[in-house]
């Protein structure tokens, strides 16, 4: 770390460029919760840190017609601070409340949370179930990609060198919708998921599913995006029979490992049992969203 | 313990009176160390600098056991900016030589082997080089390039493997010691000590039982959690001498410990005790100081050495994993008939781990007459462990506690009942030595009935789990100075490291009572070695208890030589002069009609009658006024996830007699709170390759505020009698119920008995869906 080079550009082409020029190793710091940690702790000695907080795109909330964009380095306190589109995603913004501290909300961004790429990222899958897609920017141009495709395994992204998330796009919700995001840890606060459980959902005028994504972290080596799990709600009243289909096939999805948070066992069996809590949650929320 | 008491040990009987002072509740911003806290002024260990120091690293081990073939440190010292590298190679070998460090034994063999890898690095994050430089990235730079030719060998973590015939031995030369070991061993192990202590005979008082119950319960190694880590900076001088400034309980005991290592004399060195960041047993060793010294001397410079969170975890002793077997039987109405245990207990990499301790504590709480306590101390390839609040009494209490419950239970007595029904009162003979004094147990199992918490309703997979413990108060080598400052105010010296915060205020408090001056005129902090005798360490629950005594017997000194000043300026003896409501006075109207004179006017008079008004005290402490404890709990099991939430928690106590009711409420939540976190979540846990996979607060998980209710705490006074306060020490008993309480808890609400540690969800979970079926067949 004795040659470590800061660079805070001021617009996405400086960004990129230098990114994609740096031939060490390059980390994009927007909070810096995972990033700086990380330092700390010895695991990576970055040669150049790109602070992409100063870039106006990255930072924004704005509204595309009904739909919501903001930017990747917004913090998550100052989503939380934001009334409209807390009311209109309360399932993402459970897995924002969930991520670190109130403090460490104060700095780290849902962007962030996803570029880490650990499986476990609290914001990822509410994001997943929502039908974000990101906005990536880099030395050959801009390409729009769901945020379920991001991950490609345990710290790896799809990220091409120079390659950056600039914003995610939530589509606009039809009426009668809601989401949830549940995750279970030992501890009320400051932990990492041992599973999560997010679920989004439509009903029509009679109460039945029209729509739904479901997806889970920390069941598998990236966020899981479930569609057998959703096909147990589409289509029902989410009555008892599809809650315990939908526990079933987010239970048969996972494929954990064993490890110092949870066990194999314990997170498959968990995994239904978060998915159907989360599912109730949703479905209450799209009851009072007429 | 092995230590005879001495006839010659200080008791001073309690003194019945209206306290001023003593016993109050001063505003909490009074405290003495508040507002330093809070602004961040206090001075921890890794708050001094000194001009021109070095930082210092320590290259530790990847292997949990392997050979020291060679290390090759060549390079690193070529490195610009190294300016000193120390292996085992610039440290004397040791001598097996015993010593007390706190509440646990050190060898002096061991010690010198656990502060640097000779043969052999024990466990992972065995320390086997240490290097000074200009900053810290080039230290760590300078330990890349470090070569150490490891040859590994198989590795034993768990104390059950550690045990078997065919485990992978530690030590060459060890060969279980102890009692029931005839003739001596010709097989080398893993078993350092065997203990046993027998009281009646054990096999009649089975055959006079009517029901009997067996437990065997397993703990997992638990780290004290302390939020500083340790840090040191040394400065050792062309003279000769060293000045270390570090996080220490005890820095007389650091003291004598450096000058065996670095073989000194024990006047050349220095230890300024800095503020402590938590500690609870584990600042009782040395770890950095050595080498920091080492490296200092080398240098020629002071070197500053800061652990960082993995390597507390991976090097400074947790408590000991343990594996504890339970019999115990009783009548049909109640009355305990016989009583068994075995312990077995992780030492870590050396022997010595918190046995003799947990083996007086087993049973002591009860009035038992047939008892049979066998122990052994087994090494493994885990960090050596070190004393960590009650040193091994809550997880032989997770056994005895819940069998208590059980037994209960199959007599169809209420839990608290129970207890009352076989409680240790004054008079009861213990298993391990003398019968017991003046004691409260069986109050705090009366406040604990009939207090509210017992009226709680509880809903649905909720339960009530009750636990007592015991434990005792040490004495040892204490010294205190007080020095009356030329206005009047009182300037307290002492040698008992505040590790808990609350020292200097009570102490403060006393020293108000018995001068008769407002509490805030009396300054109150910690000396140096150079400014005192010798002090043994805050451990053992001394630090309040053994520390006030030297307190009172100082401040009695000043206040003897403030009326020897009164009687020479009226011209009578000392003896008829009383000193009363911070004032001396003529002790009868016979002595003759002077004006009281006040502690400020006496100070100006000082010089002229003899000179300056202080007091002091070095004295051995009698041990004594041993504390016991009942706690309540409530929780929550989610039978679908196995989370067990706490809903509700009450602690009663036997505190002798409350100095400073606000800390003493304090040390009960902080004991019973890291309690909970142990029987919870906190563990360390192991790979296949015996390293440490959760070095870090992440997942090494000490319970969250969030996490825990507001725990209730009622505070039982039955004095001390051989203390003038009646003090009891208080910090280390709320730790030992929680464990057994919660399983009992759990047990009460959804009717499994957890005995495996931590009773963390995929635990819970287990054990419930194990259960199920049985319960769908009945």
């Known amino acids: ?290 | 313990m092995g230590m005879k008491p001495s006839p010659y040990a200080t008791k001073i009987p309690y003194e019945e009176k209206d306290n001023k002072v003593v016993g109050g509740r001063p505003n909490p911003a009074d405290r003495s160390d508040a507002i330093d806290k809070v602004t961040g002024r206090a001075r921890y260990a890794a708050d001094y600098n000194l001009p021109g120091q070095l930082i210092g690293k320590v290259l530790r081990s990847p292997h949990a056991h392997a050979i020291i073939k060679s290390i090759d440190t060549s390079e690193a010292e070529k490195l610009p900016g190294v300016k000193a590298v120390v292996t085992r190679d610039d440290f004397p070998d040791m001598e097996v030589e015993h010593a007390a460090s706190g509440e646990l034994m050190v060898n002096f063999r061991d010690v010198t082997r656990n502060m640097m890898a000779r043969e052999k690095a024990l466990y992972d994050g065995h320390p086997v080089a240490a290097v000074a430089a200009l900053s810290e990235s080039i230290a760590k730079e300078a330990m890349k390039l470090i070569k150490v030719d490891y040859e590994v060998l198989p590795h034993v973590i768990d104390v059950r493997d550690a045990m078997k015939d065919d485990a992978p031995l530690l030590h060459e030369e060890l060969f279980t010691k102890g009692a029931g070991i005839e003739p001596d061993p010709s097989k080398k192990s893993n078993i350092a000590t065997r203990m046993e202590s027998r009281l009646g005979d054990i096999e009649e008082g089975f055959k006079q039982a009517d029901f009997i119950v067996e437990h065997e319960s397993n703990t997992k190694a638990a780290h004290q959690g302390y939020i500083e880590p340790q840090a040191s900076v040394a400065n050792f001088t062309e003279g000769g001498t060293i000045e270390v400034y570090t996080g220490t309980q005890g820095h007389h005991v650091f003291r004598a410990q450096l000058a065996k290592l670095l073989k000194m004399d024990i006047s050349k060195i220095k230890v300024v005790p800095a503020e402590l960041g938590g500690g609870f047993g584990g600042k009782n060793n040395v770890y950095l100081e050595p080498l920091a010294a080492q490296l200092s001397r080398m240098a020629n410079r002071p070197v500053k050495m800061v652990m960082t969170r993995d390597e507390v975890f991976r090097a400074t002793g947790p408590t000991s994993g343990t594996n504890c077997k339970v019999r115990m039987g009783c009548t049909r109405d109640g009355r305990i008939t016989a009583a068994q245990a075995e312990l077995n207990y992780q030492a870590g990499a050396f022997p010595g781990s918190s046995l003799p301790l947990a083996s007086i504590t087993v049973f002591t709480r009860y009035d038992l007459e047939n008892v049979l306590v066998v122990g052994h101390d087994v090494v493994c390839n885990r960090p050596k462990v070190a004393a960590y609040r009650a040193p091994g009494a809550p997880m032989i209490a997770f056994a005895v506690e819940t069998a208590i419950d059980d037994l209960a239970r199959q007599c169809g007595m209420d839990p608290i009942d129970f207890r009352l029904k076989n409680a240790a009162k004054q008079g009861t003979q213990t298993h391990f030595g003398p019968p017991l004094g003046q004691i409260g147990y069986i109050e705090t199992l009366e406040a604990a009935k009939a207090s509210p918490h017992m009226n709680e309703p509880l809903g649905p997979n909720q339960g009530r789990g009750i636990a007592s413990g015991f434990w005792f108060t040490i004495g040892n080598d204490t010294s205190a100075t007080i020095n009356i400052s030329e206005d009047g105010t009182a300037s307290l010296i002492f040698g008992t490291v505040d590790v808990t915060g609350g020292m200097r205020s009570a102490f403060a408090m006393i020293v108000a009572e018995e001068l008769g001056i407002p509490f805030e005129k009396v300054r109150t902090q910690v000396g140096d070695t150079s400014a005192l005798g010798f002090n043994f360490m805050t451990a053992g629950s001394r630090g309040t208890a053994a520390g006030s005594m030297a307190v009172v017997k100082a401040t009695r000194d000043a206040i003897h030589r403030a009326c020897e000043i009164a009687a020479r300026k009226w011209e009578v003896e000392t003896d008829q002069v009383v000193w009363e409501n911070g004032h001396a006075r003529p002790a009868s109207a016979n002595v003759g009609d002077f004006e009281p004179l006040s502690l400020a006017q006496l100070c100006r008079e000082a010089t002229w009658f003899g000179g300056t008004i202080a007091g002091h005290a070095e004295i051995n402490v009698a041990m004594g006024g041993p504390g016991f404890g009942t706690h309540l709990v409530d929780v929550d099991v989610d039978r679908q996830t196995g989370l067990v939430k706490v809903l509700r928690y009450s602690i009663f106590q036997d505190a002798g007699k409350a100095v400073y009711p606000a800390f003493i409420e304090g040390q009960f939540q902080g004991g019973a709170v890291q309690g909970i976190g142990m029987a919870l979540n906190e563990e360390y846990i192991y790979s296949d390759k015996g390293t440490m996979e959760n070095p870090g607060f992440l997942d090494y998980r000490v319970p969250v505020a969030s996490d825990v209710p507001m725990i209730n705490t009622h505070i039982v006074e039955v004095p001390n009698p051989d203390h003038p306060y009646g003090v009891r020490g208080i910090g280390e008993v709320p730790i030992i119920p929680p464990l057994a309480a919660i399983s009992n808890a759990i047990h009460d609400a959804v009717g499994v008995r957890l005995l495996d540690h931590p009773m963390s969800p995929p635990k819970v979970l287990k054990a419930l869906d194990e259960a199920a079926p049985a319960e769908a067949a009945e």
């Open chain 1, 1 to 290: 770390m004795q040659n470590l080079r800061y660079e805070a550009p001021e617009t996405l082409a400086d960004a990129t460029a230098l990114l994609a020029a740096e031939d060490g190793m390059a980390r994009v710091l927007a909070g810096g919760t995972d990033v700086i940690v990380q330092m700390h702790s010895d695991l990576i000695e970055p040669d150049l840190i790109v602070d992409i907080k100063n870039i106006p795109e990255l930072t924004e909330i704005t509204k595309e017609g009904g739909a919501y964009r903001f930017g990747a380095a917004v913090s998550g306190k100052t989503l939380m601070l934001h009334e409209d589109f807390n009311k209109t995603w309360p399932g993402v913004m459970d897995g924002v409340r969930l991520i670190g501290s109130l403090q460490i909300r104060g700095r780290a961004s849902v962007g962030g949370n996803l570029c880490n790429a650990s499986p476990a990222a609290d914001s990822v899958p509410p994001m997943i179930a929502a039908g974000a897609v990101a906005s990536v920017a880099g030395p050959a141009g801009t390409r729009d990609v769901p945020v379920e495709d991001i991950v490609t395994g345990p710290g790896q992204t799809c990220l091409d060198k120079g390659e950056i998330v600039v914003s995610f796009l939530l589509p606009e919700r039809p009426p009668r919708s809601g989401d949830a995001y549940l995750r279970f840890t030992p501890r009320t606060e400051m932990d990492i998921a041992v599973v999560g459980a997010g679920v989004n959902l439509t009903l029509d005028d009679d109460g039945a599913c029209t729509a739904a994504r479901v997806a889970l972290a920390a069941v598998a080596p990236t966020p899981l995006l479930v569609a057998e799990a959703a096909d147990a709600l589409i289509g029902t009243k989410v009555d008892e029979t599809a809650l315990e289909a939908l526990a079933a096939a987010a239970s048969a999805a996972c494929s954990p490992i064993d490890d110092k948070r949870g066990t194999v066992e314990y997170r498959i069996k968990v995994a239904g049992v978060l998915a159907r809590r989360a599912a109730a949650i949703a479905l209450e929320r799209a009851g009072k969203n007429q």
